[in-house]
């Protein structure tokens, strides 16, 4: 794979947002950057993410607008991207706010935040389908609504595969000659 991959967060540089997110998430900021294109994103540590999660809340952040991955197949890790926004609290309304937390990728396993922010809950499981990530606590982990359940199964061993994973394979299904 010779693709590059992102930065786990874009490079550090203020942004009118981040006094009042480190007033709210103190100690939880391991790190923060801002992208090109202006959003602030921060490290967070992923076995508190429930707790990041609960002062965004209580912060005015009223929707988690996706949940996604990246894969970091070299180092082991995968990090796991929120994004929130507000449409009712006017202070935070016009601002994206990407929430990052890395877990390991031999066992990817991250709380589920679906029971604060409902709208996590099919991106959490979209995940789970895609990278193999299990969010902990979600109740519909494991159920299959985007894949063919026989699709995307190692015919070996029976494990499933994980299609957005780097190191996936198309398996050769006799479609092209």
């Known amino acids: 794979m010779s693709a590059k991959l992102p930065p786990k967060c874009p490079p550090a540089a203020d942004h009118p947002l981040l006094p009042k997110l480190k007033e709210a998430l103190g100690d939880l900021v391991l790190s923060h ?37 990246m894969d970091y197949m070299e180092e082991k890790k ?44 099919y991106d959490e499981r979209e995940c789970h389908e895609m990278f193999g990530i299990w ?12 894949l063919d359940p026989d699709c995307c199964i190692d015919e070996k061993t029976g494990k499933p595969l994980y299609p957005l994973r780097r190191d996936f394979k198309v398996p050769d299904w006799g479609l092209f000659g």
């Not at 969010?135 to 985007?146: A, E, I, Q, T, V």
């Open 78 to 121: 995968f990090v796991v991207l929120y994004t929130f926004l507000s449409y009712l609290n006017p202070q935070l309304k016009g601002y994206l706010l990407n929430v990052r937390a890395e877990i390991p990728r031999d066992n990817p396993h991250i709380a589920s935040i679906a029971d604060i922010f409902p709208s996590a809950d």
């Open 135 to 146: 969010f902990d606590g979600n109740p519909n982990m494991g159920k299959r609504f985007l």
């Open 33 to 69: 950057g801002v992208s090109p294109d202006g959003f602030l994103c921060v490290m967070v540590p992923a076995d508190r993410i429930r707790e990041v999660a609960q002062r965004l809340k209580a912060l005015g952040f009223d929707q988690a607008l996706s949940v996604s991955a």
